[in-house]
């Protein structure tokens, strides 16, 4: 049935677990892929261009049936619920304009700043707006998201992409479940139909071709928080890196001059570029 607020279909005993997926066509092409963007000075725009802004994508990218798309948001709640496609985007959009970043190599930490960098405008609905349907429970602390991607990556199988947040990331009102990307309905390789997106925060935790948002008490347990992207934790002598790569440190770019741009001077010398973060 649908609530009377909110156009949802709320989960009884003839929900199956993981029937969401079925929305999955086949993820093609399989495999590892990354598309670099241009140079810092390369990027005027205020906003990037999508055929400017870098691409990863770990596994391959999930063909999905949008008609069949469902996106489930269970675990530690009072009502958990299913919401389609077009129920999604009956709920009051929201945009956000911001820095979308990749941290780099997720097997070792990155020495320098790779600029994978692009200024992105997002479209969707507030992830806090769907928890607040849901009810948490008081000991939920984490939301898992889960996308429709599997496969291999450097070596491990992976039956998702699964990535998590501290439910107080989750509830600030700019982390969005998003369709549209600068205007434009979300394409395959970008994680349509629909993907979070955590401004903020570096690009691995917004899930693409999100189909799950799970609350629970403690922090998921798949390769892509336990085996690739985290760091080193000073506050741990035991050398493994178990602290997860989340938060993007304030940071700053020029754009002009042009490396070896040489000037005639004495002469007026215009310098700008863009920060990210806070």
């Known amino acids: 049935m649908a609530y009377k607020n909110h156009p ?33 000075h390369e990027l005027e725009e205020d906003v990037t261009d999508e055929a400017h ?35 999604l985007r009956q709920m009051p959009p929201v945009s ?3 820095f979308h970043e990749c941290y780099g190599s997720p097997l070792v930490a990155p020495t320098k700043n790779v600029w994978r960098i692009g200024n992105v405008e997002w479209t969707g609905v507030p992830l806090r707006d769907l928890l607040a349907i849901a009810r948490p429970h008081p000991q939920a602390s984490y939301v898992w998201s889960d996308g429709l991607d599997s496969g291999v990556f450097a070596g491990v199988a992976a039956d998702r992409y699964r990535k998590d947040l501290p439910m107080e990331k989750a509830l600030s009102p700019e982390v969005l479940v998003a369709y549209e990307m600068n205007g434009q309905p979300l394409s395959k390789e970008r994680g349509g139909p629909v993907r979070l997106v955590v401004p903020g925060w570096f690009g691995t935790n917004s899930t693409k071709w999100l189909c799950r948002l799970s609350l629970q008490a403690t922090r998921a347990q798949g390769p892509f928080t336990t085996v690739f ?7 741990d002598v035991s050398g493994v890196r178990t602290r997860p790569v989340w938060k993007a440190q304030p940071n700053a770019m020029i754009v002009r001059p042009r490396p070896q741009e040489v000037f005639d001077c004495p002469c007026h010398v215009e310098v700008w570029g863009a920060h990210m973060g806070r």
């Open 96 to 98: 956000v304009t911001s």
């Open 8 to 40: 949802v279909d709320f989960l009884d005993q003839t929900y199956i677990p993981d029937s969401e997926r079925g929305a999955l066509v086949a993820v093609q092409p399989q495999g590892f892929f990354i598309r670099h963007p241009p140079k810092p």
């Open 53 to 87: 802004l870098f691409q990863t994508i770990h596994m391959g990218a999930a063909v999905v049936d949008t008609s069949q798309w469902r996106l489930i948001i269970d675990g530690l709640v009072e009502r958990p619920f299913g919401v389609n496609f077009d129920q």
């Open 229 to 235: 992207y985290n760091e080193l934790d000073p506050e």
